[in-house]
Every structure is written in structure tokens, then in C-alpha cells.
């Protein structure tokens, strides 16, 4: 082979490496974000300290992660907590107060779109997982993009409280942001009742007694929302309740008579025409379009026909 061949060959060689170099290059370019450390959820950057998969807790284990939301529509992140059992498990949120793990998803802010790296599309939080089992626990910690629901919206809720041996939430309170609008119609949340979206509509419509068309509370329902044991059929109206008055209970008082709510609970004749104020169930599963859930701003939820 003369040198003029020689020549060729090599500079043939040496453009097969640098394109094989940038093929890899840009094909390692696409999967930069799949370790442990950094990934994608959708349209979330996300970043960690440490590994935050399949990791062994012995007391206590303390995370970074930052969320970059790269989207055209405003995100909320949500961190969940996969293990065999949440028995034990506490966290706290930037040095905040130790909670115990009740559920597996703890729920963080939401973030602006088109991620630019600055104060408002990035989000950079500390979670510490505690484990006051005598055990190691084996914990994976799965970030990703929080579902719109309304149920995840009602069980965070500051005017919401739990009813541990039932899991029901209930808002109570003089004034709480439970605002809905559903099929064009304003309604407020009772709360998630056996694994129901309760909702009472503020609109209210003359009627007798009608068990029948399942529009009533029950006054176990307008009790709990004053969320305070002193509170009976007797003293209700030396409290306040975000409940208004104006409409019949469901519980009846012997065969001619029912409760109504006005300025207390009282019994009245079932064929007195008072009002009523229309009742809705709503899948767990519904899912909110708009709103915060406040009056100005009510929740607006997909309607299911």
C-alpha cells in the first residue's frame, strides 16, 4: 500500500471514530436523566442528594430533591413513600415538625411551567424519613406529578379533619375554602364520606319531607362539622358551622315529624313546606379542571353527566 492510500484509509478511520463518538455522545446525551440520582416524571426534572431508591432505614434518612418543571402548565409534585408498611415511619419536610406517616404520599407545593432554573419553576425541599421500628425497613421514594383530584385536595386541607376509625375527612369550621363548581352550579364540600365526595349545594329549593330523593345530612353530619365533642342536639346554636340553616336532616321524630336545621335543630311536621338543599356523591376519582377553593375561586371539577 503506497502512502497516498495509506493516507486515505487513515483519514476514513479516524471519521468513522468521530462520528461512532458523537452517535454515542448524543445517545448517552438522551439517557442522562435515567439514574438514580436524576430523571424525568412527565414534564419534571428531578434531582436528588442521594439514592432515594430502595433504600434501608435503620433510624432516619435525610434527602434533597429538587424539581425543575419544564411543562406549559403549572405542576404539583407529590413524594411517595413505597414500603411494606408505613408502621413507624415519621417525616418532616425543611426542618419542619415531625409528622407520623398516615398516608403514602406526602404532598409538597405546586410549581410554575417552563423551567428556567428560576424561584418559581424550580423546587428544592428536604425530607427527613424517620424509622422508630426496632427494624431496618426497605423504603423507595417515588417523585412524580401529583394527580389532580379532588379527594387529594380535601385530605390536605387545613379546615379538614380526619375521622381516624372511619378515614373519613371533614371540613369544619365558621368560613373553610370548600368551594365547588359542578355541572354550572355552586356547591360546597361536605367532605369525603365513605369513600365519597359529598357536596351540598348553597342553592336551596322549597320542599317537604322526601327521604326519598336522598338530598338530606344526617345530624351526625351537621354535628361533625363543628368538629367539637361539646357540640349536641341541645347547644348546637351556641356554635358556629360552616353548614348555614335552612334545610331538613334526614333523621325523623317519631312518625310525623323530622329535623330541620334554623338557628338550631328542631323537629317540624314533614309536610310543612321548608327547604331543601340538593345532595351530591361524587366518585373518589373526580378530577378538578380550575379553582383553589375558595368562594372567588371555587374548585371546578369535571362532571360525569
Do not use: C
Not at 413507624?88 to 403514602?104: H, M, T, V
Amino acid at each position: 500500500m503506497n502512502r497516498k492510500h495509506y493516507s486515505v484509509l487513515l483519514l476514513v478511520l479516524s471519521v468513522s471514530v468521530l462520528l461512532l463518538g458523537l452517535s454515542y455522545s448524543k445517545d448517552s446525551s438522551t439517557d442522562k436523566y435515567n439514574n438514580e440520582f436524576e430523571s424525568y416524571d412527565g414534564n419534571l426534572m428531578i434531582s436528588t442528594s442521594d439514592n432515594i431508591k430502595e433504600v434501608m432505614v435503620s433510624d432516619a434518612i435525610n434527602r434533597d430533591i429538587s424539581v425543575l418543571n419544564k411543562g406549559s402548565v403549572k405542576k404539583t409534585f407529590v413524594i411517595e413513600v413505597l414500603t411494606s408498611s408505613l408502621d413507624g415511619l415519621s417525616y418532616a419536610i425543611n426542618d419542619g415538625d415531625k409528622l407520623k406517616l398516615e398516608d403514602p404520599v406526602i404532598y409538597t407545593q405546586e410549581i410554575d411551567a417552563l423551567g428556567s432554573s428560576n424561584d418559581n419553576d424550580f423546587v428544592s425541599v428536604n425530607v427527613k424519613l424517620f424509622n422508630e421500628n426496632s427494624e431496618d425497613v426497605k423504603v423507595t421514594l417515588n417523585v412524580h406529578e401529583q394527580d389532580l383530584l379532588l379527594k387529594d385536595k380535601v385530605i390536605v386541607d387545613k379546615d379538614v379533619y380526619r375521622e381516624e376509625e372511619l378515614e373519613n375527612y371533614r371540613y369544619y369550621g365558621e368560613n373553610p375554602n370548600n368551594y365547588v363548581k359542578y355541572n354550572n352550579k355552586e356547591y360546597r364540600i361536605v367532605g369525603l364520606i365513605n369513600n365519597r365526595l359529598v357536596l351540598i349545594s348553597n342553592e336551596k329549593k322549597s320542599s317537604n319531607y322526601n327521604p326519598e330523593d336522598d338530598n338530606y345530612l344526617t345530624i351526625l353530619d351537621y354535628l361533625l362539622s363543628f368538629n367539637n365533642r361539646e357540640v349536641n342536639v341541645r347547644n348546637v346554636s351556641n356554635y358556629i358551622s360552616w353548614l348555614d340553616n335552612g334545610y331538613w336532616l334526614l333523621d325523623t321524630y317519631g312518625d310525623e315529624e323530622a329535623y330541620y336545621v334554623d338557628k338550631g335543630i328542631n323537629s317540624q311536621n314533614k309536610n310543612t313546606l321548608l327547604y331543601a338543599r340538593k345532595i351530591i356523591k361524587l366518585d373518589i376519582n373526580t378530577e378538578i379542571i380550575l379553582g383553589d377553593g375558595s368562594k372567588n375561586n371555587p374548585y371546578e371539577v369535571v362532571y360525569d353527566g
